[in-house]
């Protein structure tokens, strides 16, 4: 009698996952939707026009017609159990995108048959090549007018390599698809499919030499019996298969959905996931094995929070077999959690399951403590397993955002930091320098669905403005204050007395204070009111309202008065002796200079370095690319950086990305200067 673990295995062996992943309008969400139909899995399919999918189920994605988060859905087909993540198009939505490849055997990169390889279908190859994932190509809307299948495929070889070879072609003018790998004969779109049945066979035997002698000596091999060398091509990427469907009209989805059955990996057939131990430099490899024997690992690659269901975590399952009601660790926490709420995805609905084996994705509900990116675990000695890192893009579209209602800040700040939680692409940050709450993002898109969630989901609603500028001043010569602090109102009085100088200090120094009072003529105590006076000063500027720095700050000498002398009247004559130095200093206004890194087509090149130099920035370097891009390196002033995102679109069609980090601080022009100057006179 077979063990129950064997059959537990037998059982995984009949799950595929795969993510749907490609450029916006490429037919992602209306191909999930028809799956799911082929499948059985819904009566109808539902429309994005309509507001009608599964996927699509958050109102402001229905509203705008486009996936904004990743949305998980599973269907049957035969005795296999098929995972489908449907991930957004849009760059901006990279943060919802890229996790979903932690889930899943094989990256399916939608391709619109009208309008081609677009940039974001060649990232997610990208990405998914260097995830070590399975990869596939789903040419979508084969029916549209004009489409020449031939064509597409050729400008696919040409982006991805000749490893790209179809599992089926179109035949009737789109109208069906005809199997190339288990089938030899008859006639295509693309013509004969015995010459695309022999290229299939070709590329696959390749990597198993029993195989290349036998494909030598017969001139064929029975493609039922290459299904571990298939494995392994796929593996390796030795071979990219593509599959041409019609989401709208339907053909070629019961061939794909055949293709994910007899194909595509199970979870013990695809290169293991990148797990480590311990952290740092001293983390390792570890293997996990998909064996729903052995202890449970799970790995949380998204988190959901709702105002009334509470936090969700959709993880995936790697090792072992995770059940309802059993104990799980988050990550290094010794304090465990009882699985009580756990559930297959089919869009928003939430359908229970009693237990999940390695490669199923499913949610576990109303844990506070869970978080992207952790491990669930049930073992001691797993207390420090992780996945490597995704690489994410960093988000520098910054948005200052302050509440509309005075005292409302603390709320604020909780539910921006849940929806923060949600998205590993938003950050939220408190800028002493200019005392702001700015949220950054990755692109104008992207921060006004979260200001859009933040009003619809949780009734809060914000002001918003460009972030400040962290300007700061200095002074570029050594000069000389003083001030007299007097005043009389018929009881005690207030008198001090200051004389001191100052000097320009390195950049970067930050500020010294010297007591050079010699004679007691500012008794010691007063010394503390003196600086705390200067320290006003460094606050909240002298010429511009800018934070002073790089400066030190020389006290030689002063009077005070036995009765009247008080330690508000030497702060005061220390601001006031302060400002006057400064302004007889030569003092500039200094702007914070950052280094930029953009990538972008290599054709562009020429358009973006002269759109640096207008926006005074220079360009240090440039390195080519094998896929065709290029990397801009320069400096540029952060103020000349507002929008830039939205430019950088307009430059590269889309195309181009950037990120920045703080470089240092110099002088404005002249005429920056003065209008800050200005500005800050009119303000007064």
């Not at 400066?551 to 508000?568: A, P």
Request: proline share 6%; hydrophobic share 40%; aromatic share 4%.
């Amino acid at each position: 009698m077979p063990s129950r673990s064997n059959g537990l295995a037998a059982e995984m062996e009949q799950i595929r996952t795969l993510a749907l992943v490609g450029a916006a309008a490429s037919g992602k969400t209306t191909l999930a939707e028809a799956l799911l139909q082929a499948a059985g899995m819904i009566g109808a399919a539902g429309s994005v026009e309509r507001g009608s999918t599964v996927s699509d189920h958050d109102p402001i994605e229905r509203r705008m017609q486009h996936s904004l988060t990743a949305s998980v859905m599973h269907l049957t087909h035969g005795d296999t159990r098929i995972h489908l993540i449907d991930t957004p198009g849009s760059a901006d939505f990279l943060g919802q995108s890229l996790p979903a490849l932690e889930a899943v055997e094989t990256a399916a990169i939608v391709i619109n048959a009208a309008t081609g390889i677009e940039p974001m279908a060649e990232r997610m190859m990208a990405y998914a090549a260097a995830r070590h994932l399975d990869r596939i190509i789903v040419v979508n809307k084969i029916d549209a007018q004009g489409v020449s299948p031939g064509d597409v495929l050729a400008r696919i070889q040409a982006a991805f390599g000749r490893e790209c070879l179809p599992l089926n072609l179109p035949a009737d003018g789109g109208a069906r698809v005809v199997d190339c790998f288990f089938n030899r004969g008859g006639d295509s779109d693309l013509g004969p499919v015995e010459a695309a049945h022999r290229a299939l066979v070709e590329q696959v035997v390749e990597v198993d030499a029993a195989f290349v002698d036998r494909y030598l000596n017969d001139g064929d091999v029975d493609a039922n019996e290459l299904h571990a060398p298939l494995e392994q091509a796929l593996r390796e990427g030795h071979l990219i298969p593509v599959c041409f469907v019609s989401a709208r009209t339907g053909a070629g989805l019961a061939e794909l959905l055949d293709v994910m059955v007899k194909l595509l990996p199970n979870p013990a057939e695809a290169n293991p996931p990148d797990f480590l131990v311990g952290e740092g430099d001293e983390a390792r490899p570890l293997k996990v094995q998909p064996d729903p024997s052995l202890h449970v690992l799970a790995h949380v690659f998204k988190v959901s929070v709702d105002p009334f269901v509470g936090k969700m975590g959709i993880i995936r399952v790697h090792q072992g077999t995770l059940a309802r009601d059993g104990q799980l660790y988050i990550g290094s926490s010794r304090k465990p959690f009882k699985v009580g709420n756990l559930f297959m995805l089919q869009g928003k609905e939430h359908v229970p399951a009693g237990r999940l084996l390695p490669g199923d994705i499913a949610a576990v509900a109303k844990v506070d403590d869970l978080h992207f990116d952790a491990v669930l675990h049930d073992a001691a000695e797993d207390d420090h397993v992780h996945l490597a890192p995704l690489d994410f893009p960093v988000p520098v579209h910054g948005l200052a955002v302050e509440p509309r209602r005075h005292g409302d800040e603390q709320r604020m700040w909780e539910i921006l930091g849940k929806l923060v939680d949600e998205d590993p692409c938003l950050r939220l940050e408190h800028v002493a320098a200019t005392n702001e709450t700015v949220v950054y993002g990755l692109g104008e898109l992207h921060l006004r669905v979260l200001l859009e969630r933040l009003q619809e989901v949780y009734r809060f609603e914000v002001n918003t403005r460009p972030p400040r500028i962290a300007y700061r001043e200095t002074v570029t010569a050594p000069a000389e204050g003083h001030h007299r602090h007097k005043k009389q109102t018929g009881g005690a009085g207030q008198f001090g007395e200051v004389f001191l100088r100052i000097e320009p200090l390195e950049r970067g120094a930050g500020f010294e204070f010297v007591d050079e009072v010699r004679g007691g003529t500012i008794p010691g105590q007063f010394i503390p009111a003196v600086e705390k006076g200067v320290r006003e000063v460094l606050q909240h500027g002298a010429i511009a309202g800018y934070p002073v720095v790089d400066v030190r700050v020389i006290v030689y000498d002063g009077k005070h008065h036995s009765v009247d002398s008080k330690d508000i009247a030497f702060a005061t004559a220390g601001r006031k002796a302060f400002i006057e130095a400064i302004r007889a200093a030569r003092p500039i206004v200094l702007e914070p200079v950052v280094d930029i890194d953009i990538a972008a087509p290599e054709e562009t090149i020429g358009d973006i370095t002269g759109d640096l130099s207008s926006r005074r920035g220079m360009v240090s370097g440039t390195a080519s690319e094998t896929s065709g891009a290029v990397q801009i390196r320069g400096r540029v002033p952060l103020s000349e950086l507002s929008g830039y995102q939205s430019r950088l679109n307009a430059l590269t069609s889309g195309q181009g990305r950037y990120t920045m980090a703080l470089s240092h601080y110099e002088a404005v022009p002249p005429s920056v200067q003065q209008t800050l100057t200005a500005q800050h006179r009119a303000e007064d």
